[in-house]
């Protein structure tokens, strides 16, 4: 089982800023079947990005993914009031499909 | 547009059955891989497992904590997806997701059906 690995566990960040998520992987993830959600309390998770690097649908450009192997970043490049939430990586390159365990992005 | 809507959720008896539904629209079903999520409360997302489309051999895989108490099928003549859940435990309490990925626009979800095991 590829096991996936999210640091750090919680960020603590100012609107306006920069946040740099990470998502590691303990085997390299299969043609960068790589993808990132949000998730807010009582929601459903939304799909960020796919494919490692692509943005899903109607996603602002200040959220991009990069990374290949066992080695993923997502960055918010200037986080608004409403990007406070809960991050997750999911690798489904190999199954059993993963999810790592998330990362918190609260307000400082 | 792709949909995917599930139903099936309640409230049962640890030990009991319970089998979901998963309602496609706006894809190919037959040509489709399909998975279940689940979501304890509380807890990050949790594959469950996957089937694979007809013309791939329609096998299936399961995670580790569900593997020989549930089945996945598919009845590709209705489009609907399915989630057999036998021997069910109070740890199996969640909001089940049925998924798909497409390549050219990433995963999609349905909005979740809420499964309560307890006495």
């Known amino acids: 089982e590829n096991v996936l690995t999210q640091s750090p566990g919680t960020l603590s960040l100012s609107p306006g800023e920069r946040a740099t998520l990470s998502c590691r992987a303990s085997?390299?993830?299969?043609?960068?079947?790589l993808a990132w959600y949000q998730q807010k309390p009582g929601q459903a998770p939304r799909l960020l990005i796919y494919g490692a690097s692509s943005r899903a649908t109607g996603i602002p450009d200040r959220f991009s993914g990069s990374g290949s192997g066992t080695d993923f970043t997502l960055t918010i490049s200037r986080l608004e009031p409403e990007d406070f939430a809960v991050y997750y990586c999911?690798?489904?390159?190999?199954?059993?499909?993963?999810f790592g365990p998330g990362t918190k992005v609260d307000i400082k | 547009e792709v949909q995917l809507v599930e139903s099936g959720g309640g409230l049962v008896n640890p030990g009991g059955s319970l089998r979901l539904s998963c309602a496609a629209s706006g894809f190919t079903f037959s040509n489709a891989w399909l998975s279940w999520v689940r979501q304890a409360p509380g807890k990050g997302p949790e594959w469950v497992g996957r089937?694979?489309?007809?013309?791939?051999?329609?096998?299936?895989d399961y995670a580790a904590p569900v593997k020989g108490r549930f089945t996945i099928s598919r009845d590709d003549s209705k489009n609907t997806l399915y989630l057999q859940m036998n021997s069910l435990k109070t740890e199996d309490t969640a909001v089940y997701y049925c998924?798909?990925?497409?390549?050219?626009?990433?995963?999609?979800w349905g909005q979740g059906t809420l499964v309560t095991v307890s006495s």
């Open positions: 999911q690798q489904y390159g190999s199954s059993p499909y993963t």
């Open positions: 085997q390299s993830v299969s043609s960068s079947f």
């Open positions: 089937i694979r489309s007809k013309a791939d051999g329609g096998t299936t």
């Open positions: 998924t798909h990925y497409i390549y050219s626009s990433g995963w999609k």
